[in-house]
């Protein structure tokens, strides 16, 4: 059975940053690419990047770059989202989800919330 | 590539609703189409990937269309029921960007 796990809830101060933990199982690890998505409270899914678990090589949204590091480790088959400088509007729910190609996201893991809160 | 979803629509139970799919600034018929459905609290999970293809479990009332003259996507819902009543998302690529419509409402009245 393929899950995909995230790291528990997070609360940050504006200016902080978060590292939300993905830990696959089920599958292999490095044949499927791992997208970052989340959703604001009340607000529609945003794509934020992935990854090539294989080669590390990434992507991100444009409004994302430069604020947001994707990671993986191979031996623990999990992916890491890093988002630097946060500020109110990044509350939200981070998701990981496994790209079964070509760009079907599935599954979904159970999703990060992350409050950014002075 | 940017995608535009109409933000409700709403159906009778038994009905059929089809919620639109509309690209601009790319074609939306260069790569594949996905729909997925969120109910409130939950995951999202796929109704349809690579445009009309339904995963298994997925009730044959899901359907999935792509109409290249508008450069749009649709998810057509027959035999509605209370179930279906949930925020329904396409999303595509461009260039290996992703891109999701901005989610549609269903109401079941």
């Known amino acids: 059975q393929v899950r995909l796990v995230q790291s528990g809830p997070e609360v940050r101060k504006p200016g902080a940053s978060v590292r939300v933990s993905c830990k696959t199982s089920?599958?292999?690890?490095?044949?499927?690419?791992v997208h970052w998505v989340r959703q604001a409270p009340g607000q529609g899914l945003e794509w934020m990047g992935w990854?090539?678990?294989?080669?590390?090589?990434?992507k991100y949204a444009v409004k994302f770059q430069g604020r947001v590091t994707v990671t993986r480790d191979t031996s623990m088959r999990t992916a890491y989202m890093e988002l630097r400088r946060l500020t109110s509007d990044d509350t939200a729910v981070y998701y990981c989800?496994?790209?079964?190609?070509?760009?079907?996201?599935?599954?979904w893991g159970q999703g990060t919330l992350v409050t950014v809160s002075s | 590539l940017m995608l535009t979803q109409p933000h409700s629509v709403s159906g009778s139970p038994g009905k059929t609703v089809t919620i639109s799919c509309t690209g601009s600034?790319?074609?939306?018929?260069?790569?594949?189409v996905q729909w997925y459905q969120q109910r409130p609290g939950s995951v999202p999970t796929t109704v349809i990937h690579e445009d009309i293809k339904r995963p298994s479990g997925v009730p044959d009332r899901f359907s999935g269309s792509i109409d290249s003259s508008s450069n749009s996507a649709s998810l057509t819902i027959s035999g509605l029921t209370t179930e279906d009543e949930a925020d329904y998302y396409c999303?595509?690529?461009?260039?290996?960007?992703?891109?999701f419509g901005g989610g549609t409402k269903l109401t079941v009245l």
């Open positions: 600034g790319g074609n939306i018929v260069s790569n594949f």
């Open positions: 089920g599958y292999t690890f490095t044949g499927y690419y």
């Open positions: 999303q595509s690529s461009d260039n290996h960007y992703q891109v």
């Open positions: 990854i090539n678990p294989n080669s590390g090589a990434t």
């Open positions: 989800t496994r790209d079964r190609t070509p760009s079907w996201f599935d599954p």
